[in-house]
């Protein structure tokens, strides 16, 4: 069995528009590095038109924290944690990043909200997948994939 290459795209200044048209020619699998959040703005901005599904359905959905279920911690660092959860509608697990707001700085909650659009662009076969983020409470959620 062969194993699949990826290609490599290496984002320096003003490099940003040669991933873009990577992109635009049908590239669905990548890896970008290095990672600067400032030089991937445009990178971001471009991207954000691709929508992820939504879940179709006749009644009324949960929303936010209330679409899971907390099952259990698996880490936790200075601003905020990561817990497992489980989506009431699907029943699958998720991981769930909880960013508290409440003592953060302003540069610290832009760096925050810069790695959710950062993260809702990134594909590829070692990324874990991004799902949904949302605010309450004074939290961020960042719901991805859980990789057990």
């Given amino acids: 069995m062969q194993t699949p290459t990826y290609p490599n795209v290496f984002v ?5 528009f040669k991933l873009l048209a990577f992109l635009e ?6 890896l970008v590095k290095p990672v600067r959040v400032q030089e991937c703005k445009a ?7 691709r929508q992820l599904p939504s879940i179709e359905s006749g009644g009324p959905q949960p ?3 209330q679409k899971y279920e907390h099952l259990r911690r698996i880490g936790q660092g200075m601003a905020g944690a990561v817990s497992v959860y489980r989506n009431v509608i699907d029943n699958k697990e998720y991981a769930l990043k909880e960013i508290d707001l409440t003592y953060l ?13 950062f993260l809702k662009v990134l ?3 070692t990324i874990v997948k991004f799902w949904e983020s ?7 959620y960042i719901v991805m994939e859980f990789a057990s």
């Fill in 12 to 16: 320096r200044r003003f490099e940003i």
């Fill in 25 to 30: 020619l049908g590239a669905t699998d990548y």
């Fill in 43 to 49: 990178f971001t901005t471009k991207m954000k038109k």
């Fill in 63 to 65: 929303t936010g924290i």
């Fill in 105 to 117: 700085s302003d540069k610290d909650k832009k760096s925050s909200q810069n790695e959710v659009q």
């Fill in 123 to 125: 594909r590829g076969p």
């Fill in 134 to 140: 949302f605010v309450d409470n004074q939290k961020i």
